[in-house]
């Protein structure tokens, strides 16, 4: 069976930075993405940033410059280093990795919440 458990969310401070880590376990495809997803109250979940197993990356335009993210392939591991963090930055943060095969699979954690103050 196929988990993601994310880690690393917390509260801090505006212009603080937070580090966040998704380790997936199970049977899961080598060729797949990783990405974490956000959702704030009362809104839709919207993707952050993403990353292929070979490495291209792409960003949501508002935390671009900002936030990084990095997968550890041996690892089954994605990370989001978030800097410069935004009260807008709040939300409920899921790891999410979907597999590229045909009919693959799509897997989600629990979440993990990030709450930013003024």
């Known amino acids: 069976q196929v988990q993601l458990v994310e880690s690393g969310g917390g509260l801090v401070q505006a212009g603080g930075s937070l580090r966040l880590s998704c380790a997936a376990s199970g049977s899961i495809s080598s060729i797949n993405v990783m990405g974490w997803y956000r959702q704030a109250s009362g809104k839709t979940r919207e993707l952050v940033a993403g990353i292929a197993s070979g490495g291209t990356t792409n960003y949501k335009d508002s935390v671009k410059g900002r936030f990084t993210i990095s997968r550890d392939n041996a690892k089954n591991t994605v990370y989001l280093q978030m800097n410069s963090l935004k009260p807008e930055d709040t939300a409920v943060y899921y790891c999410?990795?979907?597999?590229?095969?045909?009919?693959?699979?799509?897997?989600w954690g629990k979440g993990t919440l990030v709450t930013v103050s003024s």
């Open positions: 999410n990795l979907r597999e590229n095969a045909k009919d693959g699979m799509d897997y």
